[in-house]
């Protein structure tokens, strides 16, 4: 009977053994598994959303061109982000819905990553401004992003009315400066109608980068005529332009030209001729026409 209950308790003290064996086993492996992994999840530093330290806080961009405002949030969980408008309170978008009725403005997120990207299409002067990215947490989060617009400038350089000789040679040069992106294209205008170049040896356009920022188009008239004259308009593409006028002269000053535009402006000899007129009435005829004569000798010599 002792022997039976002997090797009934010896049984049972190996099972005992058999399970705190597993048990250990398992715990060990538990514990350097997936469990630990969990367990470094909520304990960290955060344990509900934050924003990632690395966003940028300064965005610039060139007018006319698309901005990108990136808003990483880790952690988001069930939260919402908006996006706001600092200057007005305008909420601009929340998630992926857009609660302004310009519809330049929305908001996107790529699958699987924790960044929001408000987007504003074709920026305007009147975007820049500082914009907060805000998370529905209690209380809110906020991170703000200061949008700066860089606005180029564009010149015709030389003077806004040029005299040229007919048959000359003239160069037009639009220089476009502060600008981030090269444009597209850049048109350049005659009176109103664009200039094309199927003609090399009459006319030649050709534009170039020069430096980080500037971008030069050159518009080359090789034999000017008296078509040629008129207004000249460079049109860079989503900027806005720059004007010069064009005066081809067939050998005449261009003073001259000047004064013959006014159909209304009197000859000047037929005025000194009136004062010889009226000197005459109290003077001998001969002084008078001496008077008349000097004036209007005097006068040209000034007019010219």
């Not at 992994?37 to 965005?59: C, E, M, Q, W």
């Not at 004259?229 to 989503?238: I, Q, R, V």
């Amino acid at each position: 009977m002792k022997s039976v209950v002997a090797v009934g308790a010896s049984v049972k003290m190996g099972r005992f053994s058999s399970w705190m064996f597993m048990f250990l086993e398992l715990s060990t492996v538990f514990s350097g598994g997936e469990a630990a992994h969990a367990v470094k999840r909520f304990t960290g530093l955060y344990t509900g959303p934050y924003f990632d330290p690395s966003a940028p806080t300064n965005i610039t961009t060139q007018l006319g061109t698309h901005a990108y405002m990136p808003c990483k949030v880790k952690q988001l969980g069930n939260k919402s982000v908006s996006w706001i408008r600092k200057r007005d309170g305008h909420i601009l978008t929340v998630d992926r819905y857009t609660f302004i009725a310009d519809d330049r403005f929305q908001t996107f997120r790529v699958d699987g990553s924790d960044t929001w990207t408000l987007q504003i299409k074709y920026v305007q002067a009147r975007d820049a401004g500082q914009y907060e990215c805000q998370v529905s947490t209690e209380p809110k989060m906020s991170h703000f992003i200061t949008l700066n617009i860089v606005i180029p400038k564009i010149e015709i350089t030389g003077e806004p009315d040029m005299f040229v000789k007919m048959g000359s040679r003239v160069q037009l040069r639009c220089v476009i400066t502060q600008a981030l992106e090269e444009p597209a294209y850049i048109f350049w205008y005659h009176d109103g109608e664009r200039v094309l170049t199927y003609d090399k040896s009459a006319i030649d356009i050709h534009a170039k980068r020069e430096g980080t920022d500037t971008t030069v188009s050159t518009l080359l008239i090789h034999y000017t005529n008296q078509e040629d004259s008129g207004n000249y308009t460079c049109s860079p593409s989503k900027l806005d332009s720059s004007s010069v006028v064009l005066h081809v002269l067939n050998g005449e000053h261009p003073a001259a030209m000047q004064r013959g535009k006014n159909s209304a402006s009197p000859i000047p000899a037929w005025s000194h001729l009136s004062i010889g007129l009226g000197l005459a009435a109290c003077t001998p005829p001969r002084f008078a026409i001496a008077v008349a004569l000097t004036l209007a000798i005097i006068s040209e010599v000034l007019a010219c």
